[in-house]
């Protein structure tokens, strides 16, 4: 009887101080951080996609996600791009490039409510990517 309560109390003290419970942690920490880039690179290329029809020369002139989504943030429509400053977004090399392409862009037009819906899928890769 009382090796048996010894071996409880040891089990609940083992249980209760165990190392493996940070690993833990860590690992879920981890997989966490892992499943946001998954999940923000998915906007993003839905973004890039959804965009890419009214702007397509964008993709290859703005390839990082976030800078990519608060540009589009801050343009909206491609024919604000010569009148929107970007140079707290983009290098001024960078801003000149997207503002020569929107003026000769391939694109097509896009309703509002399109852009309301592209707008907020920026929100979110903006947001995802803050965290």
Excluded at 2 to 17: D, E, S
Excluded at 63 to 92: H, W
Excluded at 99 to 118: F, Q, V, Y
């Amino acid at each position: 009887s009382m090796r048996l309560g010894l071996a409880h109390g040891l089990g609940r003290y083992k249980l209760k101080f165990s190392p493996d419970k940070v690993d833990t942690m860590i690992v879920q920490a981890i997989g966490l951080l892992d499943d946001l880039d998954k999940e923000l690179n998915t906007y993003a290329m839905r973004l890039k996609e959804w965009y890419g029809w009214h702007f397509p020369e964008m993709m290859k002139i703005v390839p990082d996600n976030i800078m990519y989504a608060k540009t589009v943030q801050k343009m909206g429509f491609r024919t604000k791009c010569k009148s929107t400053d970007f140079s707290d977004i983009l290098g001024e090399d960078l801003e000149q490039e997207v503002k020569d392409a929107a003026e000769i862009s391939m694109g097509t037009e896009i309703s509002p409510e399109d852009l309301d819906n592209i707008l907020m899928l920026c929100e979110q890769v903006v947001e995802l990517g803050d965290y």
